[in-house]
C-alpha cells in the first residue's frame, strides 16, 4: 500500500482540497460592498462610462433622470414592432457592422453610436439630421432615458429587430462579440452566442409600438 504523501506533496494536496471547498465567487455591491444576486441593478456615471453593481438598497437613492451623480439604469426593455428603418436609411448611418446601439449623452451633447467590435465597443457621434429623421419616423424612441437607455438594432444575418434597451445590456452584448467573434466574418459561435443574447432579451422584453407616443411638436 503506498504512503500517504508528506511534505510538499501534502501541503500541495492540502491546497488542492481547500481550493475544491472554497464557495464561487459572489458578486458584492460596488457602493456598500453587500452581496448581491446574478441578476442585479447597475449604475452607470455618465463622465466615465463606468457601470457600477449596486444592491436595491443603494440603487434606491439614485435615479434615472440625472438629478444624482450616478444614473440607475433603468431595467426593463421593450421591444420596437413596428419600428421603421428602410435600408437607405440605414445605409445612410454608415455603421460597419449589423449591430449598434444609440444613445443620448448629457456630457457629450451628443447622440452616440456604439457598434460592437472585437477590438471592444466603437463608438461615434451620429449626424443630428439622422437621428431626427428617426425620430420622426418612430416617435417612441424620443423617450429614451439620456446615458442609461440605448436604442438597440440587430440587423445581422438578414435580421430586423430593435429594442429600447438598458446601457448595460448593450455593453453585454459588445463583451459577447469581443469574446466570441474570430476573424473578418466573425465565424458560427459568435453568430450563435450573438442570436442567443437576442433570443433572451425579447423574451424578458414588452412589446412597444413605436407609434403609440404622439408625435413630438416641431
Not at 50 to 58: E, G, N, P, Q, V
Request: net charge neutral; charged share 25%.
Amino acid at each position: 500500500m503506498s504512503s500517504f504523501p508528506s511534505g510538499t506533496s501534502a501541503r500541495g494536496l492540502a491546497s488542492l482540497r481547500n481550493f475544491a471547498r472554497k464557495p464561487p465567487r459572489v458578486g458584492r455591491c460596488d457602493l456598500c460592498s453587500a452581496v448581491v444576486a446574478e441578476l442585479h441593478q447597475h449604475l452607470l456615471d455618465p463622465q466615465t462610462r463606468r457601470l457600477f453593481c449596486a444592491c436595491d438598497a443603494c440603487a434606491i437613492l439614485f435615479d434615472s433622470n440625472g438629478q444624482t451623480q450616478y444614473r440607475r439604469v433603468p431595467r426593463d426593455a421593450r421591444c420596437l414592432n413596428d419600428f421603421a428603418l428602410s435600408d437607405q436609411a440605414w445605409n445612410s448611418l454608415a455603421i460597419p457592422i449589423g449591430l449598434v446601439f444609440i444613445y443620448s449623452s448629457s456630457t457629450a451633447h451628443e447622440i452616440i453610436a456604439v457598434y460592437p467590435s472585437p477590438a471592444g465597443p466603437t463608438e461615434s457621434a451620429l449626424e443630428q439630421d439622422a437621428w431626427d429623421e428617426l425620430v420622426r419616423d418612430n416617435p417612441a424612441i424620443s423617450k429614451l432615458k439620456t446615458d442609461v437607455e440605448a436604442l438597440l438594432i440587430n440587423r445581422i444575418n438578414g435580421a430586423r429587430e430593435y429594442f429600447l434597451a438598458p446601457i448595460d445590456e448593450c455593453y453585454k452584448l459588445t463583451g459577447i462579440v469581443r469574446k466570441y467573434w474570430r476573424g473578418f466574418s466573425g465565424g458560427d459561435e459568435a453568430f450563435e452566442q450573438i442570436r442567443l443574447f437576442f433570443d433572451r432579451l425579447k423574451q424578458r422584453s414588452s412589446p412597444q409600438l413605436v407609434h403609440s407616443y404622439a408625435r413630438p411638436s416641431v
